[in-house]
Each structure stands twice: as C-alpha cells, then as structure tokens.
RNA sequence: CGGGAAGUGGCGCAGCCCGGUAGCGCACCUGGUUUGGGACCAGGGGGCCGCAGGUUCGAAUCCUGUCUUCCCGACCA
C-alpha cells in the first residue's frame, strides 16, 4: 500500500488534501461539507483541547454547555449579529417525520409538526448564553463572569475544505461578561495572548497579534481582535478571534447589573474562540512532502519504537531493551508505542510513521545491540543519528523540546521572510502575486479602499498589528495620509 | 450557488465509445521463507459498478434525475 503524496509544487490543495486524507487525520463523511475526525485527528485534537481548558481554568474560567438550538428571536436581538450570520444558518422547522403514504417504507416530513419558532443550529451561542446571563447576573458582584463552552457549531459554507472550512466545527466559545469596558477590553487581550501561547508554544505555529479592521470584525462585535498564522503556500490563516463585545449583547438581552454605588448598568462583554480548523494550520504549516509533521508538545504519538531482526532469538533481546527504554520514557510523560507488528517491514514502518508525522523514530536492531546503541531519527529535519543506549531516554526527551524549538524556529523564519513592506501599487500587486504572505502597507483606513484592494487582489487586511509603529506614509492605493502600516494578505 | 472533472472490492485504476452479467496492482486471510528505507513464493476471501428511475430479452456500459468529492470562482472561521 504505497501512499503517495501529491509534492506541494505540483498542487498545494491536493498535498493538503493527501496529508489529512492518508495520515489518517479525517475522512470525507456522507453529508455534504462534513468530515470524520479519525482518531488520530481527534487524539490531536484532544491533546490541543486539553492544554487549552488547562490555559482557561488557569486564567480563571469555568466550563459550561448551552443548547445547540437558537430560537430565531434570539438571533434576531443583536442587529449585526444577525446580519452576518443569517446568510449561513441551519434551520430546524419541523420536529417529526411520518411515513411517506406513497412509498413503503420512506419517511417524510409531517407537515402537522410545524414549529411555531424556527430553531437555529448555533453558528456561534453569544444569543443563547446572553439570554441565560439576564438572569444569572444581578450585581457586581455575580462579575465578572467567566465562562467556556466546548461545541460543535454549524455555518452553512459554499465550499467546504477539511478541517479549514467544514459545515460542522468543534471549537470553544469563551462568554464573559464584566463591570467595566476597560476590565472587558482586559479580558479580550488576555484571551488573545493565551491563544497566541498557546498556538506558538504548543504548536508551534508563531502568529501575528493584531485588531480587525471593521469590514472583517466580528458581526456584533466593538473591536476584534486575532492571531494570524502563515501558510507555506504565502497564504494567512486566522488562527484564533478574541472580540471586546462592548454592551451590544447585553442591552439586546437587557442584562443588567447593581453597581457600587446602586445603579443599574448593563454589562460589559467578551467572546473568544478557536476551532479544529487549528489542525488545518498545523497540517500546512509544518507538513512536508513526505507528510504530517506533527509538533512534539500536541503530537498523538511522540516516539515510535522500530525492531529489526532476524529471528526470534534476537526479537527477543530487542524487546527487552525496548520494554526497559519504553518504560523509562513513560516515566518521563513521553508517550511511545512499540511497532513490532510482523506484517510491516522496517521499511514501510519508516514510510509511515513520516507519514503521520512522528516527531521520533528509534529503530533498534541486532547490530545496534552490539554497539549499545540505536538509530534515532527525527521527524523535523529526517536526519538520523546513531544514540548510545545508555542515556537514549534522556537524549530523546531533550530531542524532543529541541524538535519542538526547531519547529517553531523554522516557522517564524518562514514567516519573517515573508513579511514584504511596500510602498506603491505596483509592488504591492507584484509582491502578491509573486511571492505571497504577508505585505506590509500603508492604508488610508476606510472601507472603500479596502474593499477596492481585495476586488483587485483577492488580499485583504488581516489585521492591524497589536505593537505597530507609527509611521506616516502614504496609502498604497489612494496615496491619502496613513499613519501606521497594516498587514494585507490572501487568506484562507 | 455558477464553471470544469470524477465516483467500479479497503486504496489506486482498467473496462464504458461499440450493451451479453467485472478485471488488474496494492492491501486483506492461510502457510512458509523473510526483516538496517515501502520483502517474496504458494493458495484464498471480498464488488448493491455512488443512488434512483428509464430504454432493452439483457445495463458498469445508453438516457434522465439525484447525491458525494475534487479543482476554479462568488460568500465565510
């Protein structure tokens, strides 16, 4: 079963395609626009979930779960809100099915079983939550609120792409609620930088911390803010979206609160969340052509252990080395599995732990033992070492962080090299079309112009960064006065 | 939702034009030999030909519809 996979030069969308595909990340499902996270892609996943519910729980927020299920009215309180979700909800009208008269054994929809209020499968549950927010809060001191969700949510895409844009998404919706917009606009940065930890620590992917412009915020939102990452093909990816919601929620769900001094006041809000399309960048950031490169911190697996022998009598001695080293890397909270299986050869072994993307394969055979030492080979770079047995725990625990740094190192010098500052349009169209990411720009900070830009070039703002510079210059396109770069780019 | 392409054992494909009841490689099962970068020999199992209609004595093949996927566009995390 040789698994071949399309080189990035020859078509970028089918090396991604192939990636998840073959390294077992997830499968095509039945229903348009949706996928099956195989195991593997939900080990990864989980271990992504895990350390960021410790992250929340750590800066001080609770976990909850609110209904799958919005009543129209609900969508309909916040006006931009609803505006830009409306286009892409499900719609649940019915709540029974009766067999079809006509055919045996086919069901329909009974038309009896018409709701009165049409349910909307959550796009995203700032209406739900805020609904259920009037009546837990009272006064300053039910705040601040902090609240997570783990879900799934459903936007009814055009075109879908596996874990990028799917019709159905996991992801965590952060709700919080607060006295002040100043404690709100606290809380909306604190969520942006433990996004940004933990996507440039854990997975290794380092991203730019910015503000959205208002064409590309957040449909409620006062301000949003992101972290966008860079793909290998020069495309930006949004990462992870923290929005101050200011008091747009809780005056559309009149949630109010007694402050100090017993006056009634409604609300400050944040939400904040990121997605399984996570995976999608870590897929097409790190990959290669050989496939999944998997960052040591989140990987499902981190060491593979590989037997070479001839017999059983040498099988034996292997194993008993491989058990002792295996259990001296589990002590040290490395996970690791033993690929002794007989109906693969070293070979294919090789081929397909690359494949998935291990960061670690140790092949250990006859005439390793009598060197006391093994083969160590690293995912990152493909190089291969020969590892004195005395010690390899250690050495592999250490490989691993440095499998780690190296991932995040090479990344950002990607991403560094990638960051084009122009100014006219000429260089500006040129530096898109032949080189891609990001390009950094002066705008004259309206709508228009950004509008006009991405009709021409597909690029469009990503983001204003957190920490600019200011610097007068000249707009990229109407030449009026700007007084800071912004970052344009094609994204996903 | 428009334009293009594709759906045939688990995977990759041939067969379709010219209708006659399905084949190849890999994978899988059994036995044996093997094992330092995708092993070999022998035997074997597995297919509603995406789905639904229609034409026909007979449909993987012709016709109609429909579903799913890919690529490219318009919309979005």
């Known amino acids: 079963m040789s698994k071949e996979i399309t080189p990035r030069t020859t078509d970028y969308s089918q090396w991604y395609n192939d990636l998840v595909l073959k390294g077992g990340l997830a499968d095509y499902s039945a229903v348009r626009g949706c996928m099956v996270i195989k195991p593997y892609g939900f080990a990864l996943w989980e271990n992504m979930r895990d350390r960021m519910d410790r992250m929340f729980k750590d800066t001080g927020h609770v976990n909850a779960y609110f209904p799958l299920f919005v009543p129209r009215t609900f969508l309909e309180k916040e006006e931009g809100h609803a505006e830009g979700f409306a286009k892409e909800c499900a719609v649940v009208t019915h709540y029974r099915l009766k067999a079809d008269p006509g055919r045996k054994g086919a069901l329909i929809v009974d038309p009896e079983s018409k709701l009165e209020e049409e349910l909307i499968i959550r796009p995203t549950s700032e209406t739900v939550i805020w609904n259920a927010y009037r009546d837990w809060i009272r006064s300053y001191r039910d705040l601040p609120l902090l609240i997570n969700q783990w879900a799934n949510v459903v936007r009814w895409e055009m075109r879908t792409r596996l874990f990028l ?41 380092p991203v730019i911390k910015g503000v959205k412009t208002a064409n590309e915020r957040f449909a409620g939102a006062v301000d949003t803010y992101c972290i966008e990452a860079l793909m290998q093909d020069g495309k930006a990816l949004q990462a992870g979206t923290s929005h101050f919601l ?16 017993n006056r009634l006041e409604h609300v400050w809000a944040t939400s904040w969340g990121t997605s399984t399309r996570l995976i999608g960048a870590l897929v097409m950031a790190h990959g290669d052509d050989n496939g999944l490169v998997m960052p040591p911190r989140i990987a499902p697996l981190q060491v593979v252990i590989v037997p070479i022998h001839k017999g059983d009598e040498q099988k034996a001695l292997i194993d008993a080395k491989v058990h002792a080293l295996m259990s001296e890397l589990r002590a040290m909270g490395i996970s690791v599995k033993y690929d002794d299986s007989d109906n693969a050869r070293p070979g294919w072994k090789f081929a397909e732990h690359e494949l998935k993307g291990v960061p670690v394969r140790i092949a250990l055979g006859a005439r390793d033992l009598q060197n006391s030492v093994a083969e160590v080979a690293r995912r990152d770079t493909g190089e291969k070492a020969s590892v004195s047995l005395d010690g390899l725990a250690s050495h592999v625990r250490n490989l691993l962080d440095e499998i780690q740094a190296n991932l995040l190192h090479r990344a950002r010098a990607y991403r560094d090299a990638h960051i084009t500052r122009v100014d006219t349009w ?13 390009v950094s720009a002066h705008w004259d900070g309206t709508g228009e112009t950004e509008e006009r830009i991405k009709e021409e070039t597909k690029a469009t703002i990503r983001c204003i960064p957190l920490d600019n510079p200011a610097e007068d210059g000249a707009c990229i396109f109407s030449g009026k006065p700007s007084r800071e770069r912004v970052l344009f780019a094609i994204a996903y």
């Open 426 to 438: 000429d260089e500006f169209k040129k530096v898109l079309e032949e080189k891609g990411g990001f």
């Open 246 to 261: 200011g008091q747009n929620f809780s005056k559309a769900f009149d949630v109010k609160f007694l402050n100090r001094e």
């Open 165 to 205: 844009r799917t019709t159905e998404f996991l992801w965590q919706e952060g709700h919080t609620a607060h006295a002040t917009a100043e404690e709100a606009v606290e809380e909306t940065r604190r969520m942006l930088d433990v996004y940004a930890d933990f996507v440039e620590n854990e997975m290794a992917l």
